[in-house]
T-cell receptor
């Protein structure tokens, strides 16, 4: 069974540009989460989807970030325009049931570098 | 707000020695505490978890203890091996966010096991 896949694995862009990160969860997982780890700090929650609906977007930093999950399958996270402080590793995770009732499976992350 | 403090940030041990990583959480209503291991270049993976109604849980060489009164939980690895080298993250599931499965992570501990 394929795990959570993320694309791209690494993206280098200039300040002011736009980047779109994609996440394909494990098939059948209704719950999809985005997290971010800024250099050396904690992994921080961004938002949670159940199917195509946003359940909790309390961790989204500001309106430069837009997450979508049309059709309830894959998800995208767009940053527009990117700022230097957006650099970090963006993790996607999925689960069949919400923790603790289900295990959270992570992708390998998309590393974003904003110059 | 909700937060999890994790110590130490780096830990170096000799192969065969024990390693202990400690975490403190702020939300006394937190009820689920997973630990994730992230090997270099790979995805974070769940290695063990504990719920608030249990004080200790073991799985072969790893164990987790929970002190609800002090709001502390710890990861213990015995007879460490070079393949235990990784970044370890603790996490807590705060209430009422626990109904979304949102996790609050610590800053991570880089464990190095020297052969």
């Amino acid at each position: 069974e394929a795990g959570v896949t993320q694309f791209p694995s690494h993206s280098v862009i200039e300040k002011g540009q736009t980047v779109t990160l994609r996440c394909d969860p494990i098939s059948g997982h209704d719950n999809l989460y985005w997290y971010r780890r800024v250099m050396g700090k904690e992994i921080k929650f961004l938002l949670h989807f159940v199917k195509e609906s946003k359940q909790d977007e309390s961790g989204m930093p500001n309106n430069r970030f837009l997450a979508e999950r049309t059709g309830g399958t894959y998800s995208t996270l767009k940053v527009q325009p990117a700022e230097l402080e957006d650099s970090g590793v963006y993790f996607c995770a999925s689960s069949q049931a919400r923790p603790p009732n289900g295990e959270l499976f992570f992708g390998e992350g998309s590393r974003l570098t904003v110059l | 707000g909700e937060n999890v403090e994790q110590h130490p940030s780096t830990l170096s041990v000799q192969e065969g020695d024990s390693a202990v990583i400690k975490c403190t959480y702020s939300d006394s209503a937190s009820n689920y505490f997973p630990w994730y291991k992230q090997e270099l270049g790979k995805r974070p993976q769940l290695i063990i978890d504990i719920r608030s109604n249990v004080g200790e849980k073991k799985d072969q060489r790893i164990a987790v203890t929970l002190n609800k009164t002090a709001k502390h939980f710890s990861l213990h690895i015995t007879e460490t091996q070079p393949e235990d080298s990784a970044v370890y993250f603790c996490a807590a599931s705060p209430f009422p966010s626990s109904n979304t499965g949102k996790l609050i992570f610590g800053q991570g501990t880089t464990l190095q096991v020297k052969p």
